[in-house]
């Protein structure tokens, strides 16, 4: 029986309550434990708390009363000192006023081919951060950081839910944890953003730990955040080294593995790959489009491209663009990632592909969509538009309740999230392990275990989806097929359930 509350219609629900509808439908399916059921319903802890950092002063573009200024002369700053931001302001360091000439008014100066700015002075600012630690059955929390202005603990809290999933159909010895800081890092300057880093981890560190809790990157991070955060955490210790475990997805040179930058783009790709295998083909001459160009984004793409497959459109926050040709991920990726010019690494623009808008992405027909960007892309009225027979969910959680409803009754087949992009997590596992043994793996070394894990766990799944309990040599399906068919998603959290189930079943619970 059910231990959810009555829905009431006057309450909109939240977004952990839609998010948490698979965990229910599963949990009736398979009659999960009722205590099992109230231990996973809600977070082990949710932890709030403000960092504060000193913001430096910028100058920002003066917008009114530029007649004022008109005789005001141009100021020579040393370039090295101005830092630009995406808003078009500087952010200024003392180091520009090297060497330099300077005229000024009310505050008010006139950059050298730049126009008037603005200066406004340095000040400390509060930032809203958190970390939702949701189960630890399995083993230590484990979950990305993210760094993005629309945060809150609602959507921390879906995420956690989320790990404490996707570690267990991955099969790794972890629960799942999840949080980050309420900023847009692109509003800050570097200095500026280590500094938020640093005193993130400075309040973190009482709450985590390698055996405790293993932060990872995630949206608006990457791995040299996480050098920051293992330094801080490390800083002044006496083992150091036993402690580099404490977050993962580091830089290769201090700890990382090889092979975890395209790991979660790598896992989709063996994802899609085997739902190929199944019938009897491989990805060669399939076409694609794809949301969001970002670390999962375009390494898979760039995978999926190798194995013959054709880029038709990608959508990021910048904009669209399509190419009924294809688009040649070679090319992409440098526009986008080695082109200082293109400081929002954005696909926008590019030359070799039309521009297009966002809605057109849904409508260009292909035979597999990624969506690799942000939750909630994939609405009702999105599937409803979709031209393709798989979805390959990239991101987290971006097809809504409705949207896997339409995407069902469309017949549009669908690779769920928490398997889809477990190749993070495995080799982020694998990342902590080497940590431990003082070990460093060959990429062809991880990429074998990572190949192994995905498609034997995307096996079961399956399996449980069609009823068809297997043992062979690569997966036994057999423990967890549930005597009758049922969707992808459910069937994933089916393996989820019965795996965290057996550890409350087999060890009890502490008193
Ligand atoms: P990223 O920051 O590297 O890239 C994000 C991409 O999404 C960028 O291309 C950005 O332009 C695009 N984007 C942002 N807002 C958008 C919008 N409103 N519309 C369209 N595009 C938008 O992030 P990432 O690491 O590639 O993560 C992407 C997704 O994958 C997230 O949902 C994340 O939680 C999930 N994920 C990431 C990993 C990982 O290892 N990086 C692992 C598991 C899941």
Redo the contacts with the bound molecule.
Sequence with gaps: MSSRPPSSESKPQTVYQEAMEVFHRAADLIGLDRRVRMELEEPDYEHIFYVTVKLHTRLTPLTESADKYKDLGESELLPDGLEPLLDGSFVFKRRALIGANVAMRDGVVRLKGKGLYKVVPGRPERFKAYRVQHNQARGPYKG?I?FHQDVSLDLFKV?AAEMTWKTAIADVPFGGGKGGIKVDPRSLSSEELEALTLRYMYRLKPLIGPDLDIP?????T?GTIMGLLLRQYTDGERERHRLRGVVT?KDTRIGGSEGRVK??GQGLAYCIQEWFAERGTTPAGSTFVL????????NAAEILCGLGAKLLAV????GTIFNANGIDVNDLIPYVYDNPLNL????AGFGKAQQIS?QDLWDVQADIAIP????G?ITGPVAERLKVKLVAE?????TTPEGDRVLEKRGIEMIP?IIG?A???TVSYYEWIQNKRMEHWSETEVNGRLEQAIKSNYRIIRDIARNTPRRTATHNSTRYCIGKEVDMRTAAMVLALKRIEAHYQLEGFSQ
């Design positions: 990305g993210r995420l990872a990157p995630d949206v608006g990457d997805g790991a979660t949301q969001g160009f970002g670390n999962v984004g375009s959508n990021d926050a910048g929002r690494r954005t696909v966002k690799a960007a942000l939750g892309e990239g991101a987290n959680g971006p999230d992009n190749g993070g997590v």
